[in-house]
């Protein structure tokens, strides 16, 4: 159930950017952001521990990361690149952690005994 959720939630950004991409308009901003977005949230979530503090890092690392793809292809409203920044930084975030080990299991080095070698 878990697994399903965490994967649902990471195609979010995908689904919309698909749509925006298919559109009239052939914007593949979103999908881009989305694109960069989930390689930054598994990037740097991936390097901490499941916690609600390196959660909002990797959340702000990853905002940071979108908003800059945005900008860099052609995004000139600050609150709309803000705006889907922080949202596709949630999913991608949202899908990583559901995505990664589950909560109740504990670190490595938790377990680890300090006479082991």
Do not use: H
Not at 42 to 53: L, Y
Not at 60 to 88: D, E, H, Y
């Amino acid at each position: 159930m878990r697994r399903t959720l965490g994967a649902l939630v990471l195609a979010g950004p995908f689904v919309a950017g698909a749509l925006a991409a298919a559109s009239a308009r052939r914007d593949f901003r979103i999908l881009a952001m989305a694109i960069v977005a989930t390689i930054t949230a598994w990037v740097i979530g991936r390097k901490r521990d499941a916690s609600a503090a390196n959660a909002v890092l990797t959340f702000v690392g990853t905002s940071v990361a979108a908003a800059a793809t945005a900008v860099l292809s052609g995004a000139r409203a600050p609150f709309g690149v803000i705006a889907v920044a922080v949202v596709v930084a949630a999913f991608a975030v949202a899908g990583q952690l559901l995505l990664s080990k589950p909560l109740g299991e504990p670190s490595p080095s938790a377990t680890r005994q300090s006479n082991e070698r």
